[in-house]
């Protein structure tokens, strides 16, 4: 499985943003998720999407922010980043998991064996 990630930059605290992970391989299609990490600090789960269905999870911190969801046509994750303030400032990553179903197991990163190579989002104040 490959993930490439696109889409970050800078944009001004309450504007938006949408990241773009693309993927190819076998085996993808499962539980797709997006992680952060912020200046110094570590890897923080943000959002997680399954492929077949569509059922969704999403961090208490971005929850009614951030919205995830897919292409299966293009095999492509999206995140969608509303209402951005200067907290959100990382390096985003997706990732690919072998999970089948969303549970309390999708926040960790080790459940993930593929990760893209990470995009900045930068938010100013």
């Known amino acids: 499985v490959q993930l490439q990630a696109s889409g970050g930059g800078l944009v001004q605290a309450g504007e938006s943003l949408r990241l773009s992970c693309a993927a190819s391989?076998?085996?993808?299609?499962?539980?797709m998720a997006w992680f952060r990490q912020p200046p110094g600090k570590g890897r923080d789960f943000v959002a997680a999407?399954?492929?077949?269905?569509?059922?969704?999870t999403y961090d208490d911190a971005v929850k009614g922010r951030f919205t995830v969801s897919k292409d299966t046509a293009k095999s492509t994750v999206y995140l969608q980043m509303n209402k951005m303030n200067p907290e959100d400032t990382a390096v985003y990553y997706c990732?690919?998991?072998?999970?089948?179903?969303?549970?309390?197991?999708?926040?960790?990163?080790?459940?993930?064996?593929?990760w893209g190579q990470g995009t900045l989002v930068t938010v100013s104040s």
């Open positions: 990732a690919a998991s072998r999970l089948g179903v969303i549970t309390s197991q999708v926040r960790y990163g080790d459940n993930y064996p593929f």
């Open positions: 999407i399954k492929w077949t269905g569509g059922s969704s």
């Open positions: 391989g076998s085996g993808f299609n499962r539980v």
